[in-house]
């Protein structure tokens, strides 16, 4: 198929680079030069396991770049994957995607056969419809349900592994109103069907159902890690190990054993913002959502606790703390709403000296806090250092040993149980 994606963050290179390799000719549109030129170079403009490789296979190939709209006219489906972020009420801003949706109806105007537009980025139930396809049909001159389809196909990928997510969907989640929408939708992911060692589940359903399930399922997920932070605060009063108390629920089917990993709390770009759109679009529409506030709450604590355990052992003032980890989760290079940020401020108002470490996060920290200190390695970070806490479950993290022999006084404050106990080191567990 011929298929053009507008916008080239996580999302929508992800997406091109991938649909590309299950063989459809894909067109990835950007207004931002420099992304266009790296993945025209065959380089992927994020650090995603697997992107770059998919990228310098197909990139001036079946995937081209290019920052001209008008290539979309060879193509049959558009996805909008351009950025909702959050505003300070918790509302998602949807001027940037109005503004892609705008640009892309100026450009169908000029075309003559039918086209599917599907919304890819995350939005509140209604805006597809109501904003997105009201804006591309009044703009284009074209007529919503017979030469202009709408959809909405809702992405479920974690940074650190979206190239596999894509590849190996738990679901396939179409939004239509028009049969032959959901079957554009079914022919472009044929590829992937037809790869998978059993069928995927995909589930048609309603352009606002779609919307929803995207915020429902990010929701479901936020609170279930909230809820196990929670109880294993809990254990941690009671000299209890959550993890292995984690291990036996997780056997329950009704449960789970995934993201039953207390810790120090989510962060990321999904989470935080769609649980704050989805309070909001609640509270706008008259109700309270008290377990979603919950669930943000004690998300916000986490970090707090974990400064507090650091200074039940050491009075930070004037002292040498190592931050191990900075990107919010392993496997990318996104800071956004890590952890790590309010342990950093946590420290600095309390007059600690900062030296911190990541593998591939560092650069994007130092824009956010240039005062601190960035280490090579974990192993230079420790040194001479009067404490440690750890914020990311990176896995060279689990491998540290005798580089805990370099720190001034070794006391190591865990926030992900990646770093193993021992004898040498003062030890103290988030929740365990």
């Not at 000719?25 to 770059?52: C, F, K, R, T, Y």
């Not at 490789?53 to 995937?63: P, Q, V």
């Not at 809820?227 to 009063?237: P, R």
């Not at 060279?396 to 992900?416: C, H, Q, W, Y």
Request: net charge negative; aromatic share 6%.
């Amino acid at each position: 198929m011929r298929v053009s994606i507008i916008g080239s963050g996580y999302v929508g290179t992800t997406l091109a680079a991938c649909l590309a390799e299950f063989g459809h000719e894909v067109v990835n549109v950007d207004i931002d030069e420099s992304i266009v030129s790296q993945i025209e170079a065959g380089e992927a403009p994020i650090h995603e396991p697997g992107l770059d490789e998919l990228i310098a296979k197909h990139g001036s190939n079946r995937l081209r770049t290019t920052t001209n709209y008008s290539r979309i006219l060879d193509t049959d489906v558009t996805f909008l994957a351009l950025p909702t972020p959050s505003d300070e009420d918790g509302q998602i801003d949807t001027s940037i995607i109005e503004a892609g949706a705008r640009t892309l109806g100026e450009t169908l105007a000029k075309k003559d056969d039918m086209h599917l537009v599907v919304t890819k980025s995350t939005v509140v139930p209604g805006t597809t419809e109501d904003v997105l396809a009201s804006i591309v049909a009044e703009t284009s001159g074209k007529t919503l349900g017979e030469d202009l389809l709408v959809g909405m196909n809702p992405e479920f990928l974690r940074e650190g592994s979206a190239v596999s997510d894509l590849q190996h969907p738990d679901k396939l989640v179409f939004g239509v109103n028009e049969t032959e929408a959901a079957d554009l939708l079914t022919e472009l992911y044929a590829p992937l069907q037809a790869e998978a060692d059993s069928e995927i589940p995909v589930v048609e359903t309603g352009i606002r159902e779609a919307e929803m399930i995207k915020y429902a399922n990010n929701a479901f997920l936020a609170s279930k890690i909230s809820l196990v932070n929670e109880l294993g605060n809990i254990c941690k009063e009671f000299g209890v190990d959550a993890y292995e108390v984690a291990d036996a629920i997780g056997l329950d089917d009704r449960i789970g054993e995934r993201f039953l990993r207390s810790g120090v709390g989510w962060g990321g770009s999904c989470f935080p913002k769609d649980t704050a759109a989805i309070i909001t679009a609640a509270r706008d529409a008259g109700y309270e959502p008290q377990l979603l506030e919950a669930a943000v709450s004690v998300n916000e604590t986490q970090p707090k606790r974990l400064l507090s355990l650091l200074s039940n052992q050491v009075d930070v003032e004037g002292k040498r703390i190592a931050v191990l980890g900075l990107s919010f989760k392993p496997g990318t290079d996104d800071i956004r709403h890590s952890r790590a940020i309010p342990v950093i401020d946590g420290l600095l108002s309390r007059g600690a000296s900062v030296v911190a470490y990541d593998p591939v996060a560092t650069e994007n920290m130092r824009e956010q806090f240039p005062e601190i200190e960035y280490a090579e390695s974990a192993g230079d970070a420790l040194v001479d250092a009067d404490g440690c806490v750890v914020v990311t479950d990176w896995d060279e993290f689990a491998a540290l040993n005798s580089e805990f022999d370099e720190m001034k006084t070794p006391i190591v404050v865990d926030g992900r149980r990646v770093i193993t106990r021992r004898d040498e080191i003062e030890y103290e567990g988030l929740t365990w």
